[in-house]
């Protein structure tokens, strides 16, 4: 694919001290991507003791199973698979791929710029490493939308926040909402069996990413709230409770915005939490979808340190919900 399809970011301009990781140019076989796919899922601490939330042990082992954990595949030379008519149409009409690209692009641009401020090496080094794989999501993304003709909305410009923590924060807490419901989704798309598994099989290296993105950020959030006494702990709870309220709200309903020329755009922000419909023939219920997503978030976190922090809310929320709700009837 034409190298026109990247744009200028850059992570390791933006942020002092980063070094782009250094990726394989050749073609990796089957061998080199089975351990890389074992190593990216799988990593114990080899510290003793507990990992506590704010101690020196605790920012040095997250941060260590941030990098050790990278998973090197290059999507420049990544083989889109070619589909059948029932399945281009099926990927041409899923409705999430402009809303995909441009959250991928926000998340790079604030993940860098909150990494950028950031006094501790290793914390902004592995901040800054999850700006890099972010842009690598989003050139996944813009690669396979090009290789399959899905037409785009013009990206609007990616502006620099204001204020980056509260940026860093709406990224991170929305990537855990998302993700929790993604794992499930993607579950539910792999067993259908209306997609290629070729096609399955490239988009899992990104679906284990995001895992070890939101159990970074999770270790972070309990590594800074432990660092914080005092007003600087209450202002901080506040700004996670206004951001948990701006996220609630952004999903009542859809999402607005502006494209590069000025038109406006709806984006279903609700679609990782209702969309089985559009990746399954097969009819499945709420509650049944909510246990799948439980399973695979359950499955995907199985391999990393039981002493890391895991992103609690939304599952914990989902279990809550499942007590109200009646299995279906077959």
């Known amino acids: 694919m034409s190298d026109q399809l990247l744009d200028a970011f850059d992570a390791a301009q933006m942020i002092p001290g980063f070094v782009a990781p250094k990726l394989p140019r050749e073609q990796p076989d089957r061998a080199a991507l089975d351990a890389a796919d074992r190593n990216t899922r799988h990593w114990t601490s080899t510290a003793s003791g507990p990992l506590t939330p704010g101690s020196d042990t605790h920012r040095h082992e997250m941060c260590r199973m941030f990098r050790e954990t990278f998973n090197p595949y290059r999507p420049s030379v990544i083989e889109w698979p070619k589909l059948t008519p029932e399945a281009l149409k099926r990927i041409v009409e899923l409705p999430i791929w402009d809303v995909a690209v441009q959250t991928e692009g926000k998340a790079r641009l604030r993940m860098a710029a909150y990494a950028a401020q950031l006094d501790d090496d290793d914390v902004r080094d592995a901040l800054a490493l999850n700006a890099w794989e972010e842009n690598r999501h989003k050139e996944v993304l813009s690669r396979m939308v090009a290789a399959y003709g899905i037409e785009l909305a013009s990206e609007p410009p990616y502006v620099y926040p204001r204020d980056v923590e509260w940026a860093y924060l709406v990224t991170g807490y929305s990537e855990c909402v998302d993700s929790f419901f993604a794992f499930g989704l993607f579950e539910v798309a792999r067993r259908s069996g209306l997609f290629p598994p070729e096609l399955i099989d490239t988009f899992e290296p990104v679906m284990q990413e995001e895992c070890r993105h939101i159990l970074l950020f999770a270790n972070w959030v309990a590594w800074h709230r432990a660092g914080l006494s005092g007003w600087l702990r209450i202002r901080f709870e506040l700004k996670v ?71 609690r809310t939304t599952p914990n929320l989902v279990r809550f919900a499942l007590r109200f709700m009646r299995r279906k009837r077959r």
């Open 241 to 311: 409770a206004a951001v948990w309220v701006y996220l609630g709200w952004e999903r009542i309903g859809l999402a607005r915005a502006m494209d590069a020329d000025g038109n406006e755009h709806r984006h279903d922000k609700k679609f990782t939490m209702n969309g089985a419909q559009s990746v399954t023939d097969v009819d499945i219920d709420t509650a049944e979808l909510m246990r799948l997503c439980l399973a695979e978030n359950d499955r995907r976190f199985s391999g990393y340190d039981p002493r890391l922090q895991r992103p």
